[in-house]
């Protein structure tokens, strides 16, 4: 998939990983709008990157259907995500524990649902963000890991429906297998874990091995964009030690 002067949609890809991600793919030339809430942030990645912005709720859905009817993205990003209040579960919530359910699956659930109706052109590519919590479960983040897993699975749905309607549009998971440090929720979740083993945060975060900086990311993202070998699968964990593994093969 070559990159350069593709249209690109990345939702909160104004901080963190969804950051790290930008950077990368406007380095390999994309033409990236950046999709986020807050207007210091947007403000800060349009100066610094020379991207287009644009203000909008991720979890609404007239914005996810009026966001893709403007630019007719190539590539669209799903990467928005609530840092989760973290706890126990016998002290969370139920708000709490719901948190990443409203805000990350409902958004998900709009923007595929506004990508399949619109629908975005044949060919296109649309990457939903997950994490390892999907595969491991996070018992200090109420539910999130199931959030995440839910994300996932509307990924392979969306791609049932692509198949169904002979749409050409691919659905494809990314996720990131260890906490990265500097960004909201790792850090959230890095200290949570930490503070509940009796360790530092640099401890905590030193486990996962090989550190995996946002930029980092962003590479690693931009080389299951581009190489063959990554073009039919569906799950894809990211790593800072061992790089790129497909986690799932995709059926449609």
Known sequence: MDLKS????????SRGLGLGLVEALVSHGAKVTVVARNADSLASVRDQLKVATISADVTDAAAAHRVLSETHPDLLVLNAGAKPPMGRLDKLTWDDFAATWDTDVRAGFHWLQAALRLPLKRGSRVLVGSSGAALNGSPLSGGYAGAKRMLWIMAKYANGVSEQADLGIRFQVIVPQQMVGGTGVG???????????????EQFLARFGAEMPPRDFGEKVVSVLNDAQYASGLAFGLK????ITILEESTA
């Open 240 to 243: 800072g030690d061992t790089g």
């Open 6 to 13: 593709m249209k690109v949609v990345v939702t909160g890809g």
């Open 187 to 201: 850090d959230a979740g890095a200290i949570a874990y930490a503070h509940a083993l009796g360790i530092h945060k």
